[in-house]
Nanobody
Framework: EVQLQASGGGLVQAGGSLRLSCTASGFIFDGVAIGWIREAPLKEREGISCASTTDGSTFYAESVKGRFTFSRDNAKNMVYLQMNSLKPEDTGVYYC?????????WGQGTLVTVSS
């Protein structure tokens, strides 16, 4: 059973920071894509950051480049998203994401609210 448990969301002032964490289980933490997606109110889901554990490459959405940093600990099956210089438009539900054997998985998500 693939499980992705995200945490760390909350309410923060614009310009502030949050660090999201995700605990992954139910699959081998290698040879997969893993990262974060978000869903803003009334908007479609957007990929924020994703890394391939095969080649080590990391993707960032243009809207978060230079502000968000993805990291992972393969041994612990943990992934993180450090979010700095937060903006109100960053508000949304953030989901930990994984692609395992060509199937997409995501957890319950954690809500990030950025006030002006």
């Amino acid at each position: 059973e693939v499980q992705l448990q995200a945490s760390g969301g909350g309410l923060v002032q614009a310009g502030g920071s949050l660090r999201l964490s995700c605990t992954a289980s139910g699959f081998i933490f290698d040879g997969v894509a893993i990262g974060w997606i978000r869903e803003a109110p009334l908007k479609e889901r957007e990929g924020i950051s994703c890394a391939s554990t095969t080649d080590g490459s990391t993707f960032y959405a243009e809207s978060v480049k230079g502000r968000f940093t993805f990291s992972r600990d393969n041994a612990k099956n943990m992934v993180y998203l450090q979010m700095n210089s937060l903006k109100p438009e960053d508000t949304g539900v953030y989901y930990c994401y994984a692609n395992v054997f060509s199937r997409d998985y995501w957890g319950q998500g954690t809500l990030v609210t950025v006030s002006s």
